[in-house]
């Protein structure tokens, strides 16, 4: 198990009878704003997770998204675009040397983002969207399936066969909580060690599935306080990856503000998780 992407792997190593892969084997974290504002504050979080991110030893992805199309109200806010988007995006790549991930919302879209971006972001609302799943595959990058809400975790194997059937097996697969009750998520650790089952590095969505979805009415509700003990958790019951939104003023952004982490926060809890991580593979 494990996806090559540039310099790093993605994932455990797929020979785990091999103490010296196990040894050489990172922690990978994808982090960034929930939506892209302006390039000042991509930059601002960019330098300070990648500085991070090196001095710790951590594989490190940069995400952003240029359209948040899954809003709870059609006056919530949703991002800069495409064109404009990919432009911020392709200059935070050019400038930070990381890798980039964010969301694709329609087919037409997968090929022009995967000009840019390193790995196609499946929003997990769409994840049963074939035509999309099948045209993300198509560009041969890595596509990061989002487990919806509303799935169980055994249900995902027949979205790893859409894109597996369309030629592609650079796959993630991210869990993000899953629905309980009235405007609120939980997270079934046992989910990690089901995907991770289907042959492919498993991703924890330590920010998303802190949300209460629609829990303020025309947006949606978070506690950013369950961040920390959830991803230390996660680490510890195997996943390799984790995601973050991560923004220098969250209590003020436009989207998803009450769930992201706050930048200042992000080395200690990088530093903890990279902790856990080594333990738990010794």
């Known amino acids: 198990m494990g996806i090559k992407l540039r310099n790093f792997v993605i994932g ?28 000042d504050i991509l930059r601002r979080t960019a330098d300070v997770l990648s500085n991070i991110c090196q001095e710790l030893g951590i594989n490190y992805i940069f995400k952003s998204s240029f359209d948040k199309a899954n809003r709870t109200s059609i006056n919530s806010y949703r991002g800069v675009g495409m064109e404009k988007g990919l432009e911020i995006l392709s200059k935070i790549k050019e400038e930070f040397d990381v890798p980039i991930v964010t969301d694709v919302h329609l087919p037409d879209q997968c090929s022009i983002v995967a000009e840019v971006a390193d790995i196609l972001q499946i929003p997990a609302f769409l994840c049963r969207q074939t035509d ?15 487990k919806g809400q509303f799935l169980a975790p055994q249900q ?24 309980f009750g009235y405007n609120n998520l939980v997270v079934d650790f046992r989910s990690f060690y089901i995907m991770k ?22 947006t949606t509700g978070g506690d950013r306080r369950f961040v920390p ?15 973050f939104e991560i923004h220098p003023d969250p209590d003020n952004a436009p989207c998803d503000g009450p769930n992201m982490l706050k930048l200042e926060d992000a080395k200690g809890l990088f530093e903890k998780c990279k902790e856990i991580y080594e333990v738990v593979r010794i």
Request: aromatic content about 4%; overall charge neutral; some cysteine.
């Open 12 to 39: 455990a190593p797929a020979d785990k009878s091999d103490s010296r892969s196990i040894a050489a084997s990172k922690l990978t974290i994808l982090a960034g704003p929930c939506a892209i504002e302006d390039i």
């Open 132 to 146: 999309l799943l099948m045209a993300a595959a198509h560009t041969r990058k890595i596509v990061n399936i989002k």
């Open 156 to 179: 995902m194997k027949p979205l790893v066969k859409k894109v597996e059937e369309s030629g592609n097996k650079q796959i993630l697969l991210t869990e993000r909580g899953t629905t």
């Open 197 to 218: 089952e289907f042959g492919y590095p498993v991703v924890f969505d330590a920010t998303h599935s802190v949300q209460m979805p629609g829990g303020n009415g025309e």
């Open 229 to 243: 003990l959830l991803a230390k958790a996660a680490v510890a019951a195997g996943v390799d990856t984790l995601f």
